[in-house]
């Protein structure tokens, strides 16, 4: 009996000391399996296997793109004719097109799309010289088609609302296409002449810069909601003659759906 409890004693002995010697390894161990741990940061999104990401973009234009004057003006001949012009002008306060995306890298993408949208003018001559009076109104309509190309810059941080943001700048051509007019003249012998000849733009073709900023949001489908504002300046004016005249800035508040 006297040995059983010897023999129990030192296994009960053998126990303590192995508890004891994994105690001290993990003691030893742990501060640098913590300091691993806590030193470890988020691996970087990485750009998409798919660079290449499409869509359509839609483009509100809450301001008016002419600015157009009001001119009086009397010629200084034998008999002075005085001259009255004006302009009223209407557009298609939505434009829409193709956008696509392709993503350089973790935090750039370069995007370009093609905007459609329409304006439509009026403008009224009103000529008066002695008793003669004379009348001019052209009503015109053209398509305009925008290619924005710009370099987008995103994430200022990893998480939260600055994640979304990013920030926009390139360069911008636009087509002026389809131009129709239809001129009515009225003469002072009470007859009239009607002519469908297209008038012709000042600058049919432009070249502007464009800088924007907006948010990025993707959902669990990969779906890319892009709602932007965007400045553009062309370098001209689309139409500058009498009382039309075209404004060389463009404000657009537009969203983008991208796949």
Known sequence: MPGYV???INVFMHIQRLRAIVCGIGLVLAPGLYGQSSSSTPAPEEVPTRKFSFGFRVAG??????????????TTQAVPATFMINTTDNYLKVGFGPSVEYY?????TLVGELLYHRVNFNQITQISQGTNNT???ENASA???DVPVMLRFRGLKDEGLWSHVYFAAGAAYRDTANIKTNTLVQLPNGTSTFSKTPIKPTEKNLA???VGSGLRFVD??????EPELRFTRWFGRTFDAESTRSSPNQIEVNVAFTF
Request: one cysteine or more.
């Open 143 to 145: 398509n305009y088609w």
């Open 6 to 8: 010897s023999c129990t």
């Open 208 to 210: 502007g810069a464009v």
């Open 61 to 74: 234009y809450p301001f008016n793109p002419f600015h157009n004057k009001t001119l009086n003006f009397t």
């Open 104 to 108: 350089v890298s973790r935090r750039f």
């Open 220 to 225: 669990d489908f990969g779906i890319k909601v």
């Open 135 to 137: 009348g001019i109104t």
